[in-house]
Structure formats: structure tokens, C-alpha cells
């Protein structure tokens, strides 16, 4: 059953598939903390203008929508700051107009455009090593410089006023996460595509949160199940010949709701 | 003379071109238990936000002697309005205590846990916690720098009788027995006459200031909230 792996592409996919597991479980505690699952889907489908630009420019996409990522999560920080809009109106505008730009840059390309198709729902077996090399580098710096402020966000986000009688800097840390979370999400667009790149960073966690006894422990256990998730994906996805990004994320679905039939309180 | 642990002077705070704050001036001895009164919106938490610099004033604040200013707050404590957050989050109380950046020592955890009489609670989930326990756990977070001068902003909002009187006992501990001066906004004009040494009256401006029993009158009651309000004194 395991053989497929000698494939080098099933390699690549599992190898990328576990990365982007650990990378959005562990921020995904944090997203879930803030609630902020709709940032990240704004992040995710307004990236599409980046992977456009990327196409039209015959430039490497992946890198285009990350720079792209990061400069909406700055807009959203920069708006949240100075204007008295709600957070929820400044990435709705973000997500529709990004998606809208991305949308129409598209349309001057002509022909089939399979990147589009890629990047819409994801094709981690078509994860190569460059691929693999730039999504397993920036994910571990995102993990590194996320685990070194991690107590400091996890004030933060608790509650700003303690945080930051406390003496953390509020508004500092909030646009380090914004960006850190802006690329983790991007990174995943490869694999789950940009609809459905925000999914490994909810599920796993709200699947592990019932069964966690403390924050230490739902760490460990949402990347473990987020891990599991993909890994089993990738096995339905190949022997039942379908879609491996929807299977991983269905299949989390599925861990999910079983989650909530057995959770003792 | 004692030393002052607060000074305020002329101090205004405007927010989004709205005069929340103006021209207060008090100052508070080592040692006092100070309660701020006020009816919604009189700038009772603005001003604590004030003092620990979480919003922008004009005007001079002075805290154990020491100019508002610089790198972080010296030897001050501070327990927020609201602490909610999702119920099912599994951040333990030990968890929470270890992220507070002024810890030094871990054992200051159980040390402040005691004090607050939370030390069985350590491994339980915060967010599973009553409104009573959870006021303690930001207590004990904000005595385990060992402060000076403690704020409070309305720190029996959502407490049951029994737990706000629990609540105050500590207070009083941490006042006579450690010698913290606190200063904490109420709505609880009855808890202010039992356990304030001094009282400052907010509605935007300051309309008295000094001991509760001389300087809660019905005149000043009116000025706060309006005619038809009664005045219940108590003494000590």
C-alpha cells in the first residue's frame, strides 16, 4: 500500500504535505484564538492577482503571490490601524477585489490556462523540487519566528490591553503575525488551492481542541492530526483516483465531525 | 510625608475629537485603596487606560515618583475590564501565568496562586473558570511582578454576591499585607464605602475627591448620576 511513496512525486507530495500540516496547525491555534479563519481565506482567494501577475509577467507564481500576499496583509493592517472600517468590511473588500484583479488579469492570457486550474483547487502531485525547496524554507522560518514570539502573540491575542500593560508591543506583533500568517497561507495554495488553502489551518485545530487538556497539548495534537489528514489524503486521493486537495480537506471535515461526537464535555 | 504612588495633573484625554477626560488632578499616598466612581461612560477606564499609557493624554502623570515615560511600567499591576474568550480554548492557568513577559521565577506562579487562594485551580482550563475564578487568575497575573500600585477596571463586572465579596477580601490582603496601593473603578457604591480610603468622582470631569464619608454627597451624587438618587452611607 505504502509503495506509492517510492514514487518521486508521491514523495515531493507527502514531504509538502506534512510541512504545510505542521506549518498551519501551529498557526492555526492562533488564528482560531483571534478569530481570525476569514483573514485567511481574504488572503488566500486575493492571492490570485499575484499568482496572475506571476503568470502574465512568466515570472515563478508561487513567489508573486507571496509578495502579493504580503503586501494585502499590510493593506489590511494599514486600513484595521487608520480607518474606523470593521475588520470584516476591509477583507471582504480585499478578498472580493484581489480575486476580481486576478479574475481579470487572467482573461489576457489566452488559451487553456492549467496554472489557473492548479492554483484555483491545488495539485500537490505536481509539487516540484523548487516547489518543495521554497515552501519548506519559508515555512520553517515562518515556524521559527512564530515559536520565538509565540507566548507574546498568544498574550496578545487574549487580550490587547493586558498584553500590552504588560509591556509587549501590540501593534508590532499584530502586523508581524499578519504577515507571517499572509505567506503560511499562500504556501498552501499549491496543494489545497487558493479556495480551499485555508482549510489546514482551521480544521486540525478545531478537531484537536475538544480532546486538548492544554494549550501545550493542543500544539501537539493538531499537527499530528493535521499531518494525519494529509497523509491519508494523499492515499484516498491516489487509490480512489480523486482530487487529493478536496480529499485532504474533506477528510479533515469528516475527523472533525467525529471529533464533535466524542468530545467528553 | 508619604510618598505620592500617583500623580495626575491637568490631564485631558481626547478620543476621535470627543473630550472623554478633562483637566483631572489627584494624587494618592502609598498604601490607599482609591475606587473611581462614575456612571457609564464617565472616563473611568479611559483613565486607568491613561495612566498605563494604552491611550494617548495630555497633561502630567506620575507614577511612585517617577515620570510616565520610557521603557515599560515600573511596579505597576493592572486587571482588565473583560477576559473572554472561546470556551473550549485549553489554555491552563499555569500556561497563562508562564506568558507574562515580567516573570523571572516560576515559582512566583504558585506564590501568587496561593495568595489568591487558586493554587488547586493550576492545571484547570481558564476558560472553564467562573467569572469569580477568573478575576482572581488576573490578580494573581498581575501581583507576580510583585507591584507597588495595582488597577483595576471594574473588577466585579459579571461576579455573583458571594464572589465579589471573596474578591474584595483579597484586595484588602493585598493592601494591608503586602502594602499595594490599588486603585480600581466601581459601580458598587456600597463596596466603596466598606473598603475605599479615598474616592474620585468622573462624569468627564473630576467632581470630588477624598474620603468616601465626607465627600460622597448627595449634591455630587446628583452631578454623577442624576436627580433621585439615593445616598446610603457606610462606615468602616
Known amino acids: 500500500m505504502l509503495e506509492i511513496f517510492e514514487l518521486a512525486f508521491m514523495q515531493r507530495a507527502l514531504i509538502t504535505g506534512i510541512i504545510l500540516a505542521v506549518v498551519l496547525s501551529y498557526l492555526g491555534i492562533l488564528v482560531i484564538l483571534r478569530k481570525m479563519s476569514f483573514f485567511a481565506d481574504g488572503i488566500a482567494h486575493s492571492s490570485l492577482a499575484g499568482v496572475a501577475i506571476g503568470v502574465l509577467a512568466s515570472f515563478y507564481p508561487l513567489l508573486s503571490a507571496i509578495a502579493f500576499s504580503l503586501l494585502m496583509g499590510l493593506l489590511i493592517y494599514y486600513l484595521e490601524e487608520k480607518s474606523k472600517l470593521s475588520s470584516d468590511t476591509i477583507i471582504g473588500i480585499i478578498f472580493s477585489s484581489g480575486l476580481a484583479l486576478g479574475a481579470m488579469l487572467m482573461s489576457f492570457k489566452s488559451g487553456y490556462q492549467p496554472e489557473l486550474i492548479s492554483f484555483l483547487f491545488g495539485n500537490i502531485l505536481a509539487i516540484t523540487w523548487l516547489d518543495l525547496i521554497i515552501i519548506a524554507t519559508v515555512g520553517f522560518l515562518i515556524v521559527l519566528f512564530v515559536k520565538l514570539y509565540y507566548k507574546k502573540l498568544v498574550l496578545i491575542s487574549l487580550n490587547k490591553d493586558l498584553a500590552q500593560a504588560q509591556g509587549l508591543k501590540g501593534k508590532s506583533l499584530k502586523l508581524f503575525f499578519y504577515l507571517a500568517l499572509s505567506t503560511a497561507v499562500v504556501l498552501a495554495i499549491k496543494v489545497l488551492g487558493l479556495i480551499l488553502a485555508s482549510a489546514l489551518l482551521i480544521i486540525p485545530v478545531a478537531t484537536a481542541k475538544s480532546f486538548s487538556k492544554s494549550l501545550k497539548h493542543l500544539n501537539f495534537l493538531a499537527i499530528f492530526i493535521g499531518i494525519i489528514t494529509v497523509f491519508l489524503g494523499l492515499l484516498l486521493s491516489y487509490y480512489f483516483d480523486l482530487s487529493t486537495g478536496p480529499t485532504i480537506v474533506l477528510l479533515g471535515a469528516v475527523f472533525f465531525f467525529f471529533s464533535l461526537l466524542f468530545k467528553k464535555d | ?236
Do not use: W
Not at chain 2, 502630567?60 to 511600567?73: D, P, Q, S, T, V
Not at chain 2, 510583585?146 to 459579571?158: I, N, Q, R, Y
Not at chain 2, 503586602?178 to 473598603?195: F, N, Q, R
Open chain 2, 1 to 236: 510625608m508619604k510618598d505620592k504612588a500617583l500623580e495626575i495633573k491637568n490631564l485631558s484625554v481626547n478620543l476621535g475629537g470627543i473630550n472623554v477626560l478633562q483637566n483631572i488632578n489627584f494624587s494618592l499616598e502609598k498604601g490607599e485603596i482609591a475606587a473611581l466612581v462614575g456612571p457609564n461612560g464617565a472616563g473611568k477606564s479611559t483613565l486607568i487606560k491613561a495612566v498605563l499609557r494604552l491611550l494617548p493624554y495630555k497633561g502630567e502623570i506620575n507614577i511612585l515618583g517617577r515620570a510616565n515615560k520610557g521603557k515599560g511600567l515600573y511596579k505597576v499591576g493592572y486587571v482588565p475590564q473583560y477576559f473572554s474568550f472561546d470556551l473550549e480554548f485549553p489554555l491552563t492557568v499555569n500556561e497563562f501565568l508562564s506568558f507574562n513577559p515580567k516573570l523571572k521565577d516560576k515559582r512566583e506562579i504558585d506564590k501568587s496562586l496561593k495568595e489568591v487562594e487558586m493554587f488547586d485551580y493550576k492545571d484547570s482550563k481558564l476558560a472553564k473558570l467562573s467569572g469569580g475564578q477568573k478575576q482572581r487568575i488576573l490578580i494573581a497575573q498581575a501581583i507576580l511582578s510583585d507591584p507597588e500600585l495595582l488597577f483595576l477596571d471594574e473588577p466585579t463586572t459579571g461576579i455573583d454576591a458571594s464572589g465579589e465579596r471573596g474578591f474584595y477580601e483579597i484586595i484588602e490582603h493585598l493592601n494591608k499585607v503586602h502594602g499595594t496601593t490599588i486603585v480600581m473603578s466601581s459601580h458598587e457604591l456600597s463596596m466603596v464605602y466598606k473598603y475605599a480610603d479615598k474616592v474620585i468622582c468622573l462624569n468627564q470631569e473630576m467632581y470630588c475627591s477624598g474620603d468616601p464619608n465626607k465627600t460622597i454627597t448627595k449634591d455630587v451624587l446628583e452631578k454623577l448620576y442624576g436627580k433621585d438618587t439615593e445616598l446610603k452611607p457606610h462606615s468602616h
